[in-house]
């Protein structure tokens, strides 16, 4: 199994940055596995954000190309993610995923909230 728990999330105003972090843990997870953050807001289906394979390359919603930026640790099993001019419409849960072949797994989900 692999575990996920994200930290970071809270609540920062217009404009604002946040850092938010997802720890990696269990016997089957390896640097190996693709990671991404994706967000769900109230109404709205569960969209990608970001992700990153095992080799670095990255892939972002058109949306967010130039304010959100995912990177990773693997000596840490951490993958971040790095939201800069975070606008009200940023407000959502963010979930962290993690993905070898077919099979996934999810972070708990954190919070965001971004006031105007």
């Known amino acids: 199994q692999v575990q996920l728990v994200e930290s970071g999330g809270g609540l920062v105003h217009y404009g604002g940055s946040l850092r938010l972090s997802c720890v990696a843990s269990?016997?089957?997870?390896?640097?190996?596995?693709?990671m991404g953050w994706y967000r769900q807001a109230p109404g709205k289906q569960r969209e990608l954000v970001a992700s990153?394979?095992?080799?670095?390359?990255?892939n972002y919603a058109d949306s967010l190309k130039g304010r959100f930026t995912i990177f990773r640790d693997n000596a840490k099993n951490t993958v971040y993610l790095q939201m800069n001019s975070l606008k009200p419409e940023d407000t959502a849960v963010y979930y962290c995923?993690?993905?070898?072949?077919?099979?996934?797994?999810w972070g708990q989900g954190i919070q965001v909230t971004v006031s105007s």
């Open positions: 269990g016997s089957l997870f390896s640097s190996r596995y693709a």
């Open positions: 990153i394979n095992s080799g670095g390359s990255t």
């Open positions: 995923n993690a993905r070898f072949g077919v099979t996934g797994y």
